[in-house]
């Protein structure tokens, strides 16, 4: 199983919005609604910011959405914030029952 | 608190087995499935495997499929990864995770496994 593709880094302004794109195939971003996204501080454990495409969970900022179309799942932050510099990376459930990756982005705000 | 502990990583040589232990606590173990996801450092994640809360129901990556087994023990609140034949490219941090429907809710801290002479 391909991991999904990310890019390697993304940045933004305070305020700014962001978004970031995760394109994986037919047989897993484009099957299923079961693409997640977290979020992983530097030394710290990933936290899950959007799961099945779009939800939030609890406690998370409604500035943090999620969306999908086709093969690309996407991430976007809107109103950033210094503390929003991390690594992001999403999943996907697969058709093999399985799960996969994506290789991570670095996201910078300037 | 929900909490994931692994134990049992280190330096094997290649073809060597080892096996990884997950100890759960904070919440009703039995009840979730647990995976196990390895990273190199530097490198992306990889989903290894994973087991429903019964045991019964377990799968695994086509790379570690035939090598690896994974099992739990609900009494122990325990989920253990058997790794055999193991291999240079197994080298990597092995995290523990608690899943929720089709995501992962709660992370372990991570153990490191070595395959190298």
């Known amino acids: 199983q391909s991991a999904l593709t990310q890019p390697a880094s993304v940045s933004g302004s305070p305020g700014q919005s962001i978004t970031i794109s995760c394109t994986g195939t037919s047989s897993d971003v484009g099957a299923y609604n079961y693409v997640s996204w977290y979020q992983q501080h530097p030394g710290k454990a990933p936290k899950l910011m959007i799961y099945d495409v779009s939800n939030r969970p609890s406690g998370v900022s409604n500035r943090f959405s999620g969306s999908k179309s086709g093969n690309t799942a996407s991430l976007t932050i809107s109103g950033l914030r210094a503390e929003d510099e991390a690594d992001y990376f999403c999943?996907?459930?697969?058709?093999?029952?399985?799960?996969?990756f994506g290789g991570g982005t670095k996201l910078t705000v300037l | 608190e929900v909490q994931l502990v692994e134990s049992g990583g280190g330096l094997v040589q290649p073809g060597g087995s080892l096996r990884l232990s997950c100890a759960g606590s904070?919440?009703?173990?039995?009840?979730?499935?647990i995976s196990w996801v390895r990273q190199v450092p530097g490198e992306g994640r990889e989903w290894v495997s994973s087991i429903g809360g019964s045991g019964t129901r377990t799968n695994y990556a086509d790379s570690v499929k035939g090598r690896f087994t994974i099992s739990r023990d609900n009494a122990k609140n325990t989920v253990y990864l058997q790794m055999n034949s193991l291999r240079a490219e197994d080298t990597a941090v092995y995290y523990c995770v608690k899943m929720g429907n089709y995501y992962i809710n709660d992370w372990g801290q991570g153990i490191l496994v070595t395959v190298s002479s």
């Open positions: 999943s996907s459930y697969t058709s093999s029952d399985t799960r996969v």
């Open positions: 904070g919440f009703t173990f039995s009840n979730y499935y």
